[in-house]
């Protein structure tokens, strides 16, 4: 019984860090999604340029898709046959760890 006892404490407390792991990666993501000025192009919530909405994109794509269109736009573009005009730029000065954050961020954003 002890036994059962410490493993459904020890699932307990690891979910609730990762969650709380989780939460912090997508408030940074966030924060770099602000700090790059993404809304200018796009939108999430109705915030920021409607023609690029972003709603739902974590249902869409894929965190490597996702991370594919940050590092390098116009292969992408060409790849998915996209006709949005002017093509997204690309962005493959971000920080590794900036990236990751608004990878992860944006794979939150899921349709309900």
Known sequence: MKRQLCVIALFVLTTAGAASAQQAV???GQGVYAAQ???ICHSIQ???NQKGALDGVGSKLSASDIRSWMISAPEMAAKTKATRKPVMKSYPAIPKDDLDALVGYLQSLKKP
């Open 37 to 39: 000025k993404c809304s």
């Open 26 to 28: 997508i408030e940074r």
């Open 46 to 48: 109705g915030k920021g």
